[in-house]
């Protein structure tokens, strides 16, 4: 059972920066692979960002490729999102996901444990 925490949403101009982490529970984060998933409004939940359990390789969505970059730290269960040069179109609820596979990595229904979201608004 892994239980996760978002934290470090908020509002923040275009071309802003925000760093959001992800708190988990439990000694098996290390073998998860994690994730970033986002939902704007009227608009289904989509892939944002992955990392391997080792972090040593990340994914992204073309529309945050060179903006987002996905971290994680082993040590403390946290895995992080630095986000620069925002975006009104990057406003969403971002939620941290946990997954066994990392072939999966794209499909929301095959996540094994997520949290309940932080939300990031960006305007002027």
């Known amino acids: 059972q892994v239980q996760l925490v978002e934290s470090g949403g908020g509002s923040v101009q275009p071309g802003g920066s925000l760093r959001l982490s992800c708190a988990a529970s439990?000694?098996?984060?290390?073998?998860?692979?994690m994730e970033w998933f986002r939902q704007a409004p009227g608009k289904e939940r989509e892939f944002v960002a992955a990392?391997?359990?080792?972090?040593?390789?990340?994914l992204y969505a073309d529309p945050v490729k060179g903006r987002l970059t996905i971290s994680r730290d082993n040590a403390k269960n946290t895995v992080s999102l630095q986000m620069n040069s925002l975006k009104p179109e990057d406003t969403a609820v971002y939620y941290c996901?946990?997954?066994?596979?990392?072939?999966?990595?794209?499909?929301?229904?095959?996540?094994?444990?997520w949290g309940k979201g932080t939300l990031v608004t960006v305007s002027p």
């Open positions: 996901a946990a997954n066994t596979r990392w072939s999966w990595y794209q499909d929301p229904t095959r996540m094994s444990y």
């Open positions: 439990g000694s098996t984060f290390s073998s998860y692979t």
């Open positions: 990392i391997i359990p080792s972090g040593g390789s990340t």
